[in-house]
């Protein structure tokens, strides 16, 4: 079994979208390491502010046929394709990582470079994940969140899923 960390991310009807998410992986994957819910600004374009969040799975799914359940995920909430980029989402569901391999799998480019260069990425994978080492950068994602510079605005928000709260609204670990 691998461990894998995704990234979940919606600005559209944010709350509906991350909870289907959420209902979906834990169908798929039963339990789930799930960090608190982050709203941050839109990156790359002008657009309603995002929920973001970091989920740990474990899987015996090749990296390509993850790939291709989170995309069935993500189209099951209406996510359109073949549009800009950076443009507003009902779901994006990302990789971050696949165990400790690196490089081009299955066409997912692992670790993803988001990682280190976006906080809504970082400081939840941190929270869930703070021991676990990049896989490049040989740093703990802890360790890389402390050392993060770049100014993004980015603040832990109150998140019920399944009658529970899931963010803990924790200062800046």
């Not at 993500?74 to 950076?86: H, L, P, V, W």
């Not at 997912?108 to 260069?117: K, M």
């Not at 976006?118 to 050392?147: C, G, K, M």
């Not at 832990?156 to 200062?171: C, D």
């Amino acid at each position: 079994m691998a461990q894998v960390y995704l990234s979940l991310g919606s600005n559209i009807d944010r709350y509906k979208h991350i909870s289907a998410a959420l209902d979906a992986l834990a169908e798929l994957f039963g339990e789930l390491d799930i960090s608190s819910v982050f709203e941050s600004e839109a990156v790359g374009f002008n657009g309603n502010p995002f929920l973001n969040l970091a989920v740990g799975v474990t899987t015996d799914l090749s990296v390509g046929e993850l790939l291709s359940v989170l995309k069935a995920i993500e189209d099951n909430n209406g996510r359109t394709r073949g549009g800009a980029k950076f443009a507003p989402r009902t779901l994006d569901i990302d990789i971050l990582t696949y165990d400790e391999r690196v490089g081009d799998i299955d066409g997912v480019q692992l670790p993803r470079d988001e990682i280190l260069y976006n906080a809504f990425v970082l400081w939840p994978l941190a929270e869930i994940a703070p021991r676990d080492y990049h896989p490049i950068e040989q740093q703990t994602y802890s360790a890389l969140w402390q050392a993060y510079d770049k100014q993004q605005k980015l603040k832990p928000v109150a998140f019920t899923w399944r009658a529970r709260s899931i963010s803990n609204e924790r200062a800046r670990i």
